[in-house]
């Protein structure tokens, strides 16, 4: 069945230090992937998304390549700030699963000054 | 815009006894919502998907009967958990659908404790 793996946490940065989040699907289909954050105290929001294979997904800041070859989605942010702390949830959803998503465990990222 | 609220944010409640949560979107018109569980360091798993003015379908493995799920209008789904034990401790996270497959916007989850 469809799964998501990424990388357990916490991650500890300081700032503007490079992040790296690694995630790996596998899935039966051909999915869309994800990324959501959930800042402290409010509900998950949508990162960024990347529908097909080599797409590129980015939003302030961040950025994650839909690796086919790899089945990875890897999330990178070249300089993080204190603002960018919160879990970091990859997903995937797979239209052979009735669009179902099915997600990763969540990454803490806690950055300092 | 599309916001969802999800009430309470935490609850703390005796064996035995029930506890509802709420789910709202408070600008936009949801016809399926979708309730989510989260194990300590483990996935959020769907648990079953609410459609308003029918009833919900639930993922293999979640008890219907203990989990009850009212969708009675485009703007609030419920998640009652009936007789909780400690076992049922968990993040509850509710969703809402809007616009096309990828416009989910979820709840800010809630945190059951059953002592």
């Known amino acids: 069945g469809d799964s998501v793996t990424q990388m357990e946490g916490p991650v500890t940065l300081s700032e503007e230090a490079f992040l790296t989040i690694n995630c790996t699907y596998t899935?039966?289909?051909?999915?869309?992937l994800f990324w959501y954050v959930q800042y402290p105290g409010e509900g998950l929001q949508l990162l960024l998304k990347a529908t097909k294979a080599d797409d590129k997904g980015s939003n302030k800041g961040f950025e994650a390549t839909y690796r086919k070859e790899t089945t990875s989605f890897h999330l990178e942010k070249g300089s993080v700030q204190v603002s960018d702390s919160a879990v970091y949830f990859c997903?995937?959803?797979?239209?052979?699963?009735?669009?179902?998503?099915?997600f990763g465990t969540g990454t803490s990222l806690t950055v300092i000054p | 815009g599309a916001v969802v609220s999800q009430h309470p944010s935490r609850v703390i409640c005796k064996s035995g006894t029930s506890v509802k949560i709420e789910c709202r979107s408070l600008d936009f018109q949801a016809t399926t919502m979708f309730w989510y569980r989260q194990f300590p360091k483990q996935s959020l798993m769907l648990m079953a998907t609410?459609?308003?003015?029918?009833?919900?379908?639930?993922e293999q493995g979640v008890e219907k009967d203990k989990f009850l799920i009212n969708h009675a209008s485009l703007t609030l789904s419920t998640l009652t958990v009936t007789s909780a034990h400690p076992e049922d401790s968990s993040f509850y996270i509710c969703?809402?659908?809007?616009?096309?497959?990828?416009?989910?916007?979820f709840g800010s989850g809630t945190r059951l404790t059953v002592v």
């Open positions: 609410s459609n308003e003015g029918s009833k919900a379908t639930y």
């Open positions: 969703s809402a659908a809007h616009g096309d497959v990828y416009g989910y916007t």
């Open positions: 997903a995937l959803s797979d239209e052979n699963t009735g669009n179902q998503f099915y």
């Open positions: 899935a039966t289909g051909y999915p869309s």
